[in-house]
Structure formats: C-alpha cells, structure tokens
C-alpha cells in the first residue's frame, strides 16, 4: 500500500488496530483510507464489516455499492436497515428510488411520500424540498401549504430555511 507520508501510515495503523477489534467506525475510516489508495476491494471488505455490525453509515454506503454493481437484492436490504435506523440519507434515497422507480425499486408514490416525511422530519432538507413538490403535485398549492405547516409544524424553523418565506406568511 503507497502512503503518502509517515504520520498517514501511522494513523492508519492504529484505526486498523481498532477495527480489527471490531469497531464499525474505524472499520469504515480503514474503508475510506483504502478507497482512497485505490484499493476498494479491501476497502469494501471492511465496509461490508461494518455494515454487518448494524452500523447504518456504512449499510447506507455498502447497500450503494451494491445497488451500482447490480446487486439489487443485497443494495435494497442494506439501504433498508439503514433506513431503519432513521438514517437520513437512506430514507431519502429510499423514497427517491421509491419515487422514480428506480435500481429494482417498484415505483410508489405513498412509500416516496412517507419516506420523504420521516426523512424531512429528521432533517433532510432535500427530502422537505420533495415532500413538498409531491404534494402541490397531489393536493395542490394551498393544501400543500397547509400539510406542511400542520403535520411539519414542529420543524417550522427547518422549513423557513428551506422553502421560499412568502409560502410560510401566506399560508
């Protein structure tokens, strides 16, 4: 393995010591350090570790991995626990596939819906961005307005930050 200097090789020795005792997160720092030297079948062998270990970072990246190499059965099930445990990111992704239909996902507006909620709910800015474009697309403008302001309205001060101010005043 090429390293750049010393203190790399160094650091990476001791996050290997620590993942090899079975620690997802420096399992998934050896995965990243060996991706980036171009070694990403060690690096996918650790993420793979990690994933296995319910650690939803590394679920959410392994089940992409597998998505992209056509692994459609192994993609689907480790993006799902990822997003089981609230992972934003997956439950995004999950209700875009879900949207769109896409790697081996049947399209489904209500899973793409309630994924984009809880996503958003969680603090996915993209996924309240698609929640709402859903839902001026299925309830309309107004009803939409209203939705977002009862069923979010915990999150009021995320939405101010995502969607435009003046739907907010004139709802």
């Known amino acids: 393995m090429i390293f750049l200097n010393k203190y790399k090789k160094k650091k990476y020795n001791d996050y290997l010591i620590l993942a090899e005792d079975g620690d997802s997160d420096y399992q998934i720092i050896v995965a990243s350090i060996l991706f980036d030297e171009a070694n990403n079948i060690e690096g996918m062998k650790w993420l ?21 190499n056509n692994d459609l059965q192994h993609g689907k099930y480790y993006l799902s626990k990822a997003s089981a445990q609230n992972y934003t990111e997956a439950l995004y992704d999950e209700a875009k596939l879900s949207d769109f239909g896409d790697f081996g996902y049947e399209k489904d507006i ?55 101010l003046h739907w907010l005043r004139e709802a």
Not at 54 to 61: E, F, H, I, R, V
Not at 128 to 156: D, F, R
Request: charged share 25%; hydrophobic share 35%; net charge positive.
């Open 48 to 68: 793979k570790k990690a994933a296995k270990q319910n650690n939803a970072q590394a679920q959410y990246l392994y089940g992409w991995h597998c998505l992209e």
């Open 110 to 164: 209500i899973k793409a819906t309630s994924l984009y909620k809880k996503a958003c709910i969680y603090g996915n800015k993209k996924a309240c961005n698609a929640l709402y474009s859903i839902l001026i697309e299925t309830k309309g403008k107004e009803q939409a307005k209203q939705y977002i302001k009862h069923e979010i309205g915990c999150l009021k001060f995320l939405l101010i930050k995502i969607l435009p």
